[in-house]
Each structure stands twice: as structure tokens, then as C-alpha cells.
């Protein structure tokens, strides 16, 4: 292929090398030029263009672009119209998509000009998503480095898509008192949307006492039930992560008569996965992150049993590389609580005191409202002073001027929001970025307008906290409604400093995988003041 300019009247069949402004729109670069593009051109003034004069072996880019795009074809993919030299290629049912690392790399190695771009390997794709692209980079390629790609590809499969099957799946879940049947019937439903892009089905759940000789039996169980057609499928939760290849689920798969292919997992989240197999029936022992939607190590397992791979050992073994999930901004972090694993549990707080109190009108700011002769901001954070033994970090905004001079004198750390008009996440972030708070195992969020709370009522929910090991959510609720505040592990900041917009925790709290330990404070926990009305309800007096 030649580049050159040359007078319009020889661009007749030429491909043009750059597009072109005309009357009534544009000829696009890599159009070749016909009797009526050159007339066009003549009448927008054009007298000479640059073009590309193919040699003979030449292939122009669409030409090139399906010829190699058609040695991919195959079940489950659908094969885009070339063109400016691509071609996409598309899942037409959901499935695993599968990729030969080594053929692409030696299909993209014969001739720069030549490219093939696709998903992962094993990445989990709906019908309908694209999965690869072909894409010749200038207008035209040798006809021979289009058959040495072509030979490459014949071979072996450098792309698939291995279509999801159904199966007929059994969940069984232990039971301990410190589990709420509330979350075992939440992981039911998360399971069973995982299980809708296969076409699979829940056909039975077992809730038994965390033993291993009570799941053995619900296995046992599952496996006798009358056939459906499908092919089976066991899940299993314990309420309990398991430690080691002895503890519960690993032990119940054999005492059912099956066998452990493989306790661990080198993905995070999703380290405490337990693979077995019970003769042609696949039993998987899920990690706790899986009762959170965000994507772990239990859906990539997953995935490949519903594609209908066999994973043994060493196939799982080889996830490490990857297997960081980073991405996932709502998951727990590895446990990294304390910086000494037999360091006390301290408990910082947030104090939330940076919004604009909008309901207020022109009454006051309701922070500034005092109670027994204190501002309401003020009464809250010496509250939380007296009962944390950690940092106490102040979130100011608003007049934040005032509120500090109200804060004056106290033990705690100031921290402005200049973004605090966008929301509560803004100050969130604020809060937990102060170096104050680096070293807690958890963090108290207070909101600054909740007068009813008291230093006993907050030393409850600091107890609680402690009694779980630092390793759950402590809410405070009113009548069993959720309320404020609430204590959030270190292992959810990761996430909290992802939140976005007017909004609190609470997304966080229901999703990122922990226990919820609720702590009824009656009213308190649900009384703060936003109407002038309401402060004066609770006996405050407004200052302005």
C-alpha cells in the first residue's frame, strides 16, 4: 500500500487517506473513491487528495477485518458487519467466555497492523455483551500477514463462549444465635438471582445446626431427592467461616460420602471457599463474602460449574494471579483490625455537624440550639468523649465558625468539609481521612442533632461492639427500626470512603457481608431535631 496525493481526476477507486468535507456531509477516510465521491469533491473545490493505492496482494481493512473475524466464529457468538476496519464480536446467550492467552498473543505478534482484543478469560458475560474485536489499524493489510494470522488461529480456540447449563441447586445453611434467620433469608434471595442467568433453579433449602453431622445429613438429603432432569448442584453456608480442612462444611462433605477437592481459595474476597465433589455432583462451601452481591471468589467458582467445568485443585490454585479484588469499594478489607492482634478494641467516633439544617428556615441553626445551657452540638460530642476511648473527629461545614467555637476547649479533632453542600458522604470522607482515626478498630458515626442520647446509651453500643470482637455493624434501633448511631468495623472504611452523594451508611451496612448487631435504645435513637418545632418539642431553646 502507497500513500500519495495526486489530482482528483486519477482518485477514481482510490481509498481516501483522510475524510473529507463536502456538501451535505462528509466522506469518511478509508472510503473508496467512486465516480460520484470524486464529482462531490469537484464541486466542494477540491483538487487533489490523499489516498492509498493498494499493491496487489493488498487486502482493504474491512475485507481483512472479516476474513479474520470469521476463523473466530463459533457457537454463542455473533459476528458484527466490518466496519473502518473492525469487526465485534458479541455473546449471544449468557455464559462463560473463554480466551487462549498464548494463541491471541502469538495472533497479535505476526503483524502490528493486525489486533485481536477480548475479555478475560472466565469472564462471566450476558447474552448480548461484546467479547472481542478484530481491528486492522491502517486501510489495508497484506494479503499475506492475513493468512499467517488466519493460521494461527486454525490452531486452536483462541475465543469461546461455553453456554451456562441449568441445575438443580440445594442450599444448605447452619444456624448459630448470633445469626439472624433475617440474613439467611437474604443469602437465599442473593442466591437465587446469582443463579438466574444460567436458567438455574432453587430447588430446596436446608437451615440445620452448625455441626458437621447435621449438614452431612441435609447432603444426604439433597442427594436423594427425585431427579428433575437437571443436573444437581449443593451450596453450602456456614454460619461460621470455616478455619481449616477438619472444621464443619469441609468434614460434612465427607461424612456425606463425598470427598474435599479444596480448602482456600487465592482470591480476596473469597479466601474461605471449600470445593468438593460428591461422585458427578459439585458441592461448594461458600465464603462469607458471598452473602454480599459484589463479585468473589464464590462466583468465579460458580461460574465455571454452571459453564460445566470440573475445577480440581490446581485449577483453583492458579486464580492468584488477578485474584485481588480491589474493584469492590463495598466488600470487607483483609482483617487488618488492629495493628497487635492482642491490642485492646478502640472505638473512635465521627461527629456529623456539617450540614446546612435546611428545615430550619430562618429560626436558627439547630446545632447551636441549647439544652441546659449548652448547644446541642456541644452536649453530644461531651457525651461521646466520656464513653470512646478513641479520637472523637468533628465534621463542620456549615457556619462552621460557629459550630467550632461551640466545640471549644473539648478533646477532639476539628476537620472542615468545603464539599459539605453535596451530602452526608462528603463528610464521611472527611472524618475517616484524618489521621486520627488510622489506628481504631472502629468508628462511632454520631449525627450532631440527636439530643435524646445518653452516655449510658452510647456505652451500650460500645459494649456490643467489643463483645463481637470488633468484627460486626452495632446499630442502635428504636422498637427494632434502625436508627443512629452506629459503629462500623475498620473493615468497612475502604467502602465508606467510596459513598457518594446525600447519603449515609447505610448501603454499606446492608451489603458489605458482616453481622448486624442491633441495640435498642428506645426513642434516642431516632429522635433528632430538623423543624424548629422539633427542638423546641425536645426542650431546646434556639439562639439563632
Known amino acids: 500500500m502507497i500513500f500519495s496525493t495526486v489530482p482528483l481526476y486519477r482518485a477514481e477507486g482510490a481509498i481516501l487517506a483522510h475524510g473529507v468535507s463536502v456538501e451535505g456531509g462528509r466522506i469518511a477516510k478509508g472510503t473508496i473513491l467512486s465516480a460520484g465521491d470524486v464529482e462531490r469533491l469537484a464541486a466542494a473545490g477540491v483538487t487533489e487528495v490523499a489516498v492509498a493505492v493498494l499493491d496487489p496482494d493488498d487486502l482493504t481493512e474491512d475485507a481483512a477485518a472479516e476474513r479474520l473475524a470469521s476463523a473466530l466464529a463459533g457457537p454463542g457468538l455473533r459476528l458484527s458487519p466490518a466496519s473502518t476496519g473492525r469487526v465485534n464480536i458479541h455473546a449471544t446467550e449468557n455464559g462463560l467466555f473463554r480466551a487462549d492467552r498464548t494463541l491471541i498473543d502469538r495472533f497479535n505478534r ?6 485481536l482484543a477480548c475479555l478475560n478469560d472466565r469472564a462471566d458475560v450476558p447474552a448480548g455483551a461484546m467479547v472481542a474485536t478484530v481491528k486492522i489499524i491502517p486501510l489495508a493489510v497484506p494479503g499475506a500477514a492475513v493468512e499467517r494470522a488466519r493460521a494461527v488461529l486454525a490452531e486452536g480456540e483462541a475465543i469461546a463462549l461455553k453456554a451456562y447449563r441449568s441445575f438443580a441447586v440445594t442450599l444448605i445453611q447452619t444456624e448459630l444465635p448470633v445469626l439472624k434467620s433475617s440474613v439467611l433469608d437474604k443469602t437465599a434471595d442473593l442466591l437465587r438471582r446469582r443463579l438466574r442467568p444460567s436458567g438455574s433453579r432453587l430447588v430446596a433449602e436446608h437451615r440445620v445446626p452448625h455441626r458437621a453431622d447435621a449438614v452431612a445429613g441435609a447432603i444426604e438429603a439433597a442427594l436423594r431427592a427425585p ?6 448442584l449443593v451450596i453450602l453456608f456456614g454460619a461460621s467461616a470455616v478455619v481449616d480442612a477438619g472444621d464443619v462444611l469441609p468434614e460434612a462433605m465427607r461424612l456425606s460420602g463425598g470427598w474435599v477437592e479444596q480448602v482456600g481459595l487465592p482470591v480476596d474476597p473469597g479466601n474461605l471457599l471449600v470445593l468438593g465433589y460428591h461422585g458427578a455432583v459439585p458441592m461448594i462451601g461458600a465464603p462469607g463474602c458471598a452473602r454480599s452481591p459484589k463479585e468473589n471468589g464464590f462466583d468465579w467458582v460458580l461460574h465455571r460449574l454452571l459453564a460445566g467445568e470440573r475445577p480440581a485443585a490446581d485449577d483453583l490454585s492458579a486464580l492468584g494471579v488477578g485474584g485481588l479484588l480491589m474493584e469492590i469499594p463495598t466488600r470487607p478489607q483483609p482483617r487488618e483490625r488492629l495493628s497487635r492482634p492482642d491490642a485492646p478494641l478502640v472505638i473512635g467516633g465521627l461527629l456529623l455537624a456539617a450540614g446546612r439544617a ?14 441546659d445551657g449548652m448547644p446541642l452540638v456541644r452536649r453530644v460530642a461531651s457525651r461521646a468523649l466520656s464513653v470512646l476511648d478513641g479520637p472523637l473527629v468533628a465534621v463542620t461545614g456549615h457556619r462552621s465558625g460557629e459550630i467550632r467555637t461551640a466545640l471549644g476547649g473539648l478533646d477532639l479533632v476539628l476537620a472542615d468539609n468545603p464539599d459539605h453542600a453535596s451530602g452526608m458522604a ?27 442520647l445518653t452516655e449510658e446509651d452510647l456505652s451500650r453500643l460500645c459494649a456490643a461492639f467489643r463483645a463481637a470482637d470488633g468484627n460486626a455493624i452495632v446499630r442502635a434501633v428504636s422498637g427494632g427500626k434502625r436508627g443512629n448511631p452506629v459503629i462500623l468495623p475498620r473493615a468497612t472504611f475502604d467502602a465508606l470512603m467510596r459513598l457518594e452523594g446525600d447519603v449515609g451508611a447505610r ?31 425536645a426542650g431546646g431553646l434556639l439562639r439563632g
Not at 227 to 232: A, D, K, N, Y
Open 110 to 115: 505476526v503483524d502490528p497492523a493486525i489486533t
Open 227 to 232: 431427579e428433575s432432569g437437571l443436573p444437581r
Open 358 to 371: 435546611s428545615r430550619m428556615g430562618e429560626a436558627g441553626h439547630k446545632l447551636l440550639a441549647e439544652f
Open 426 to 452: 462528603s463528610s464521611i470522607r472527611t472524618g475517616l481521612r484524618q489521621p486520627a482515626l488510622a489506628e481504631v478498630a472502629g468508628v462511632m458515626v454520631l449525627l450532631a442533632d440527636m439530643p435524646g
Open 507 to 537: 448501603h454499606v451496612i446492608e451489603t458489605c457481608g458482616l453481622p448486624i448487631v442491633d441495640v435498642e435504645l428506645g426513642d434516642a435513637a431516632q429522635l433528632d431535631v430538623d423543624t424548629p418545632d422539633a427542638v423546641t418539642a
